[in-house]
């Protein structure tokens, strides 16, 4: 399984855009890009998954450059309940879907 | 909406004790995973089903943790003896089987059952 690398944490303000980069150099063919939200003392949650360029839902933007070798989660106009951990997992989709996650993002939006 | 539900949700426990954790999963989701996460950092996969098969178990310590799933539906986790470094937050979790229109089976998790050993 590809392992990824992100910022262990990130501070913002309500109302600003939220940038998380994660890298994922060994990803390959089949894989998918997933983020999973986690706020504490709950089980994480999906937000968005993409394989390629720009993924966007109610929640999201993720934005995936042609090598995929890294992507980006942008969450627009935080506000404080978006405080919580971001985990990026890649995994490809016909392997059992096991989910691989490491130490995730810890985001801290402050008033 | 259908959700992911553990019980307890907190247990305190000494070492050498056993201890039982239950899931049920989302009504008609096969696939049914039990992980474990320790404080400050991101799940760990400990079993995972497809019905009552197990079909990954690799990381689980089969010497005092076990886990079944007799009927394809609930499940159930025990560690026998408990251990201080089970201290941990576990966390139950399904998922549905691809479809055409789903490219991407999303897992959905439970609340989780914090167990601390003393």
């Known amino acids: 399984l590809a392992k990824t690398t992100q910022p262990i944490s990130m501070d913002s303000y309500e109302g600003q855009e939220v940038n998380i980069t994660c890298s994922h150099n060994?990803?390959?063919?089949?894989?998918?890009i997933t983020w999973y939200q986690q706020f504490p003392s709950q089980g994480p949650r999906f937000i968005i998954q993409g394989y390629k360029t720009k993924v966007t839902n109610e929640v999201a933007s993720l934005f995936i450059p042609a090598d995929r070798k890294s992507s980006t989660l942008s969450l627009p106009r935080v506000s404080l309940s978006d405080t919580a951990v971001y985990y990026c997992?890649?995994?490809?989709?016909?392997?059992?879907?096991?989910?691989?996650f490491g130490g995730g993002t810890r985001v801290l939006v402050k008033p | 909406e259908a959700e992911v539900a553990q019980s307890p949700r907190y247990k305190i426990t000494e070492k050498s004790q056993a201890v039982a954790f239950w899931c049920d999963p989302i009504?008609?989701?096969?696939?049914l995973y039990w992980y474990r996460q320790i404080l400050g950092q991101g799940p760990e996969l400990l079993v995972q089903?497809?019905?009552?098969?197990?079909?990954?178990d690799s990381q689980l310590p089969k010497d005092r943790f076990s886990a079944e799933r007799l009927k394809g539906v609930d499940s159930t986790l025990k560690i026998q003896p408990a251990e201080l470094g089970d201290s941990a937050m576990y966390l139950c979790a399904s998922s549905s089987p691809r479809t055409a229109l789903s490219s991407y089976n999303e897992q959905f998790f439970g609340p989780g059952t914090r167990l601390t050993v003393l």
């Open positions: 089903f497809q019905d009552e098969s197990v079909v990954d």
């Open positions: 997992l890649v995994g490809d989709q016909l392997a059992g879907n096991k989910l691989t």
């Open positions: 060994n990803i390959a063919t089949n894989d998918y």
């Open positions: 009504s008609g989701h096969a696939t």
